[in-house]
């Protein structure tokens, strides 16, 4: 029986599985299911976490968020194009007690300190990566292209849609 070594999108772990496999795989560590595609056969590198190589091609690189309304609230020195890395970002305002992992520098009150996620998982049969954006239960709800998202909804993202969290507006740069 031949195995073979893929990487879990979500928290990177290496698992072997007989290379005969076409159903779903479910890592045993985080618990994510997905299809071999959303599996990568490249280990994952820290010091790679916005732009992976993937051939002699060229490179491919997640989505990015563009900063286009805020109210005046944004931090004027601070970048208003935020890179996302593969795995889960966690979308929230900038705070010493923010658990999220992608910090806006914003004052917006209405943006939560851990608004919604943005499910970054690269697709190794195209050589893309997908974005899906979740809710996290916010308090003033995550709107995408002027739409409420309802609890449990994991919608897949496209270029140039509109992302508000608070009063403030983003809008999605995939290249």
Request: proline content about 5%; aromatic content about 8%; overall charge positive.
């Amino acid at each position: 029986m031949s195995t073979k070594t893929i990487y879990c999108p979500k928290c990177h772990v290496s698992l072997s599985i007989n290379n005969n496999v076409l159903q779903a795989v479910k890592c045993p560590k985080c618990g994510y299911i997905g299809d071999l595609d959303t599996y990568s056969e490249r280990p994952f590198k820290a010091d790679a976490v916005y732009t992976e190589i993937l051939d002699n091609k060229g490179f491919y690189k997640p989505a990015k968020l563009e900063m286009i309304k805020d109210d005046g609230t944004w931090l004027l020195d601070a970048p208003k194009i935020i890179s996302l890395k593969r795995g889960i970002n966690t979308l929230g305002r900038k705070s010493d007690y923010s658990q999220s992992n992608t910090q806006f520098p914003t004052t917006d009150p209405f943006m939560s300190k851990h608004h919604a996620s943005i499910d970054v998982i690269y697709k190794a049969k195209t050589s893309t990566f997908e974005h899906s954006l979740s809710d996290n239960h916010s308090k003033n709800q995550t709107f995408l292209n002027g739409m409420p998202l309802e609890i449990g909804d994991n919608i897949i993202l496209k270029k140039d849609d509109e992302i508000r969290l608070g009063h403030t507006i983003f809008k999605i740069i995939i290249e």
